[in-house]
């Protein structure tokens, strides 16, 4: 399949870190659930997690339960998620083992891995699921490069 063909049926997350949700966890993951479930109806078949905390791991662990598509993950740089608390770092380390594809973006660290990282995801993407509540930082940054690319269609989890 072209690049094109695949990005059509391409999805990428963007969301905050735990700290930065006015909601819980739960319902964080149960909203992630249903926008996976209603994207793969749609025909969707490849989801891309950034890997970071927070709505990156768990939509990239939801995602691993549905076999009938493809996990892509977009790791900033080699070494990023191996300094977090213990727990994160496992189930980062589950995922990338279990993904069906992992892409280092930037070969080591910079102080524009990330948003390159969110670039990235959004040029291969058609779609992104966006739990976003309005306050500064990269999922702010996300959504507005998201929103200057006319192909490229963002949905909002209610937070």
């Known amino acids: 399949m072209s690049k094109l063909g695949m990005r059509k049926h391409t999805c990428c997350f963007t969301g905050h870190r735990p700290e930065k949700l006015r909601i819980s966890e739960q319902a964080v993951i149960s909203q992630l659930e249903a926008a996976i479930q209603n994207a793969i109806q749609e025909g969707y078949t490849t989801f891309i997690s950034g890997m970071a905390k927070g709505v990156d791991i768990w939509g990239a662990e939801l995602v691993l339960q549905h076999p009938q598509v493809r996990l892509v993950c977009a790791v900033p740089f080699r070494g ?16 990338i083992q279990k993904a069906d594809e992992v892409v280092y973006i930037c070969p080591g660290y910079s102080t ?13 993407s058609s779609l992104v699921i966006a739990a976003y509540n309005g306050t500064p930082g990269g999922t702010r940054n996300t959504i507005m490069y ?6 490229c269609e963002i949905r909002y989890l209610p937070l």
């Open 80 to 95: 990023f998620g191996m300094r977090w608390e213990s727990d994160w770092t496992e189930r980062f380390c589950r995922i």
């Open 112 to 124: 524009d891995v990330f948003q390159t990282r969110n670039i990235w995801m959004v040029d291969h």
């Open 146 to 151: 998201a929103q200057s690319q006319a192909d």
